[in-house]
């Protein structure tokens, strides 16, 4: 399948799955009177124009920001580290960033203020960053790299997990771990504002790379013979994901697998070409999360079924069959 033909399709199945996301919800709302409410508003205080553009509007915008972002960081980390088994979550970013997030909620902040949740998981995002170049030096290789993503990791899982452990509000406990299942439930065009630039910057840096991500696919020996600044193309790798995965999270609390279960499905229809990979990817991860998103309204309503379960429900599973698969082509 040729490139453009692939991103068509993506392309239409993203828009169909954007515009059923407007229109699905336990509200039962014609389809006219949702449009019109959408695109032509209703008077002040009018239900149906605040469900669509107050509750609809900014969910579906967000799962397509968020599903591109983890799409595309997954592409790319996958493609610097060549290997498939690569995900978004790699570097630490999303841990630090659901680090910051659970202070915000233990302390208060982010009842008494709308902006400190996800202030204060982009700055553990920031912090990750910091982090991970200073223990892997300006001139570290990918085991470097990834050790030391392994490390911040586990780091912010602990000191997570300690903050719950001494948690002396059973509510604000019960908060942090819903928030840690991942939702897009209840989110405001607030939070697209606050989401939508990291995501889209971090979108250009990585697409950027493309070039560097072919030349890298023969070996770090030759991507520098051909010109290739290898440590620049790792910290705009790292600067590119960090910003898109600490924005999805600072806003959609931890959603796993969709970067690397997307890159893995649509890389033989690209023929396995790093820059071709990632448009692919960013546009698969869309589709993957508006779906899933529209799922959990129609799986279960009226129990507030997280997205990020269900994501691990399918992606797990498909791991699996791909560490069986890899296995199997070893022996």
């Keep these: 399948m040729t490139q453009p033909l692939l991103l068509g399709l993506l392309a239409i199945l993203v828009a169909a799955l954007f515009a059923a996301s407007l229109l699905i919800g336990p509200a039962a709302l014609g389809l006219v009177e949702s449009l019109s409410a959408l695109v032509a508003g209703g008077p002040e205080g009018d239900a149906v124009t605040l469900i669509m553009r107050e509750v609809r509007l900014p969910r579906a915008v967000l799962g397509l920001l968020i599903g591109a972002a983890l799409g595309l960081a997954g592409a790319a980390m996958q493609g610097f580290l060549r290997n498939p088994l690569a995900e978004p979550g790699l570097i630490g970013t999303s841990g630090s960033a659901a680090l910051g997030a659970v202070i915000a909620l233990q302390t208060g902040l982010a009842g008494a203020h ?181 799922a959990v309204r129609i799986i279960a309503p009226d129990r507030d079924l997280k997205l990020g379960v269900l994501t691990a429900l399918i992606g797990a599973p498909f791991f699996l069959h791909l560490i069986w698969r890899m296995r199997r082509q070893l022996a």
């Excluded at 928030?179 to 990585?206: K, Q």
């Excluded at 950027?208 to 696919?217: C, S, W």
């Design 114 to 294: 709308v902006l400190a949740l996800p202030g204060l998981a982009l700055l553990g995002a920031l912090i990750s960053v910091a982090l991970i170049l200073a223990i892997a030096g300006p001139r570290g290789g990918s085991l470097t790299l990834i050790l030391a993503g392994i490390a911040v990791s586990a780091f912010a899982g602990a000191l997570t997990s300690l903050v719950l452990n001494l948690s002396p509000n059973p509510f604000a406990a019960s908060e942090i771990v819903f928030w840690m299942l991942g939702s897009l439930t209840d989110r405001s065009m607030v939070h697209v504002w606050i989401a939508a630039p990291f995501i889209l910057l971090g979108g250009l840096v990585l697409l950027g790379l493309g070039r560097g991500l072919d030349a890298l696919t023969l070996g770090e020996d030759a991507a520098a013979a051909l010109g290739v600044d290898l440590s620049r193309l790792r910290l705009w790798l790292i600067f590119g994901t960090a910003a898109m995965v600490g924005g999805a999270t600072a806003v959609a609390g931890a959603i796993g697998f969709v970067g690397l279960v997307v890159p893995h499905i649509l890389r033989p229809l690209v023929g396995a070409r790093p820059s071709a990979l990632l448009p692919a990817s960013a546009l698969g991860g869309a589709a993957m999360i508006l779906a899933a998103d529209i």
